[in-house]
């Protein structure tokens, strides 16, 4: 019997192929290797579904020693490219033992670069062949699947894998050969030793959030006054203010405050305006991560991360889309009807399905998926984070095809001792969308006294107030993420990736994102020594020109010789400000190293920092005032006193096979400083140091059983 297999994305997503395509018959889960894979008969042909899980190849220099500029690269094993990824190795084989006796192949990988690089690198490096059938889909639930697999293409989507390529060999080539000139140059000039790196996307988006924080650092704040005035029509107040907002002389300001107390202000002008306020547009990835930002506080990669997982129990439609559009096929009213037999969602579906059902879209395309939406596979058990990204995601789904929210605002000019004051207020007349988009539709409601031109209202303080202009705003991840898709910089699927390998390298900090010493620096040099490695325009005309090979207008292989021949022009001036690039990061590299090892202050007046024992290969916590002599107070080299003895050697062990950060907090019980705990693939966990704190009395006893 004809053998026909299936490549998968991840294993979730092979799982629900076979269970869609087995027309109702058996289908056999086997495994090899420890993973699981399906098999299933279908149009007289016996089908195998294998997952990959994720790559399974990545790029790796062919050459030999620590040079650069380097653009000899090919594609191995992920498990033999980079330890992190040794897990990679059971898929790889499973694979390799399925496909021995295949007649043909298919392709069911996300429909994307990423996905269809995926799945041809597993075809030609495994398979053997260059030759599969493509489906593409964008849901994973059974009528989309067997549509795809019905109509699926005679080949594969040569636009997709030659832009995928391209794209990771162009990044290849920028990461690899920046890591190494910033490492060799710190090598050479620096009196400490870092590896640092930087990225196509990852140095412009450096660079945009360092000129961000010298805008914040080198600010003035200037001084001005506001005028406001409380108001009273009943049991409610009111606050208005004076018509120029920022007053910034002191005297003028009194003036008018002072002939502003008067006992009643008289209303000059009321004027009203109705206005329509449309539904929100269907999300696509950045909207959901903006939205998700700024309701549960996520991460654009931990909500990427729950999309995926969303995505992969065929709960939602994929998420790595730019798309503002839901067009009709995907089945509105099927959605709709399934979503009903969710209880909080029952009304709300009746609702929608008793009129018409005409979504509003937004401008934003995609060529290959629709804006993301629920699909009518509907989860029986969701709990935490991937329970508020599903109903943000339905209930965004219902509000598209709400009416649009009426909505009011009042301006009020005010007279109070011949100055003019000005009340605003914003109402919901007509809720609608808002009604549909549910806890999620917030906006602001002010309301104004119900009073005519000519009337008065009793006035109850004048209040001045002094103020002063405020630096720029910190971008948030969600802000930053905006941004960078405003500028071309990454795509949809990159850059909460681009973000997160920020954050590790230590370059920012913090929800309100803050540039640290060693990411000032970073940027600083490279925008002054070598600027056409962190130019946003050079990064852009990259992505246009990858987007030009999708588009097929142009062949991968010119757009790389292109990249690799400016990239020899800007590693040849690199090599020219090698000393002055080392040096310049230096300072800063002792600076953050010194302040990453500093926990905290130590009772003798000393520091309490990380060090390492060479004799245990051990890291411990000891005082920096180990080296200094308790009889004169000289460093341990310098002292001449005879008597040499240490002033404090207070030390405290620390966790084996981890890393830790300073919390900035004492403990309350033996007065050390509390540090976090880091460990790999375990939950990091808060101690201070003293391991004899009664804090850590139940430590490592067994749990009595009853």
Not at 77 to 101: G, N
Not at 190 to 215: C, D, H, M, N
Not at 341 to 349: F, G, K, L, N
Request: charged fraction near 30%; proline fraction near 5%; hydrophobic fraction near 35%.
């Amino acid at each position: 019997m004809p053998r026909t297999v299936i490549i998968a994305e991840k294993p979730d997503a092979a799982f629900n192929i076979a269970r869609a395509l087995a027309e109702g018959k058996l289908v056999r889960k086997k495994s090899s290797y420890g993973v699981e894979y399906y098999e299933f008969e279908r149009g007289g042909k016996k089908h195998l579904v294998v997952p990959a899980v994720g790559h399974l190849f990545n790029l790796k220099h062919t050459g030999k020693g620590w040079g650069y500029p380097i653009f000899d690269v090919e594609w191995v094993p992920s498990f033999k490219a980079v330890k992190r990824s040794s897990f990679s190795e059971k898929y790889f084989r499973t694979i390799q033992e399925v496909v021995s006796d295949a007649d043909e192949f298919v392709s069911a990988c996300d429909f994307d670069n990423e996905g269809s690089t995926i799945a041809y690198n597993i075809l030609r490096f495994i398979c053997g062949t260059e030759k599969a059938r493509r489906m593409k889909f964008s849901t994973l639930t059974k009528p989309d699947l067997v549509k795809a697999y019905e109509e699926m293409s005679p080949e594969l989507d040569w636009e997709n894998i030659e832009c995928g390529l391209a794209r990771h060999e162009l990044d290849f080539y920028y990461g690899i050969n920046t890591t190494r000139a910033l490492t060799t140059a710190i090598k050479k000039f620096s009196p400490r030793f870092s590896i640092l790196s930087s990225g196509r996307v990852q140095g412009p988006t450096l660079v945009l959030l360092a000129e961000r924080e010298k805008e914040i650092k080198n600010f003035r704040p200037e001084p001005f006054w506001q005028i406001e005035a409380v108001l009273s029509s009943g049991r409610s107040e009111f606050k208005a203010v004076y018509e120029k907002e920022r007053v910034w002389d002191r005297n003028e300001a009194e003036k008018v405050a002072e002939s502003s107390r008067v006992d009643r202000a008289k209303v000059l002008l009321v004027t009203k305006r109705k206005y329509l306020q449309k539904p929100p547009a269907p999300f696509n990835i950045t909207s959901l991560q903006t939205e998700a930002y700024r309701l549960f506080g996520y991460s654009p990669q931990q909500t990427l991360n729950i999309a995926q997982e969303l995505y992969t129990k065929a709960y939602i439609s994929y998420p790595r889309t730019s798309s503002e559009k839901l067009p009709p096929q995907i089945g509105y009213r099927e959605i709709l009807e399934a979503l009903s037999s969710v209880r909080e969602y029952a009304p709300i579906c009746r609702e929608l399905l008793s009129g018409e059902l005409n979504p509003v879209e937004g401008k934003k395309k995609d060529p290959a998926h629709e804006a993301i939406h629920p699909t009518i596979e509907v989860p029986k058990n969701l709990g935490g984070p991937q329970k508020k990204i599903y109903d943000l995601i339905c209930r965004r789904f219902f509000a598209v095809f709400g009416k649009p929210a009426v909505r009011e605002t009042v301006k009020m000019v005010l007279d109070l001792g011949g100055n003019r004051f000005v009340l605003t207020g914003r109402t919901t007349l007509e809720r609608n969308w808002m009604d549909l988009y549910g806890p999620y539709a917030k906006f602001d409601e002010t309301e104004v006294p119900d009073v005519k031109k000519g009337e008065f209202l009793k006035v109850v303080r004048v209040d001045l107030l002094e103020k002063e202009t405020q630096p720029p705003q910190r971008y948030t991840q969600a802000s930053i993420i905006k941004e960078m898709e405003k500028r071309g910089l990454g795509t949809r699927a990159t850059r909460a990736s681009i973000l997160q390998t920020l954050y590790d390298r230590g370059y920012i900090e913090g929800k309100s994102i803050k540039v640290t010493e060693i990411g000032m620096k970073v940027a600083e040099v490279l925008k002054k020594y070598v600027p056409d490695l962190v130019d946003e325009k050079l990064t852009r005309r990259f992505e246009k020109d990858l987007e030009k090979i999708f588009e097929g207008k142009v062949k991968k292989e010119k757009v790389l010789k292109k990249a690799r021949e400016e990239l020899e022009k800007i590693f040849e001036r690199f090599r020219e400000v090698e000393e002055k690039v080392g040096k310049g990061l230096g300072e800063a590299i002792v600076k953050t190293q010194d302040d990453m090892a500093t926990l905290g202050d130590c009772s003798c007046g000393g520091k309490l920092k990380i060090l390492f024992s060479p004799a245990t290969r051990k890291k411990f916590v000891g005082c920096t005032n180990y080296s200094v002599c308790a009889s004169c107070g000289s460093e341990k080299k310098k002292c001449e006193c005879g008597g040499w003895s240490p002033k404090c050697s207070r030390g405290y062990p620390l966790p084996h096979n981890a890393s830790f950060q300073k919390t900035g907090k004492v403990c309350d019980k033996c007065e050390t400083p509390v540090i976090l705990v880091l460990r790999k693939g375990r939950r990091p966990f808060r101690m201070c140091l003293d391991p004899g704190c009664e804090t850590k009395s139940e430590w490592g006893k067994k749990l009595k059983q009853p």
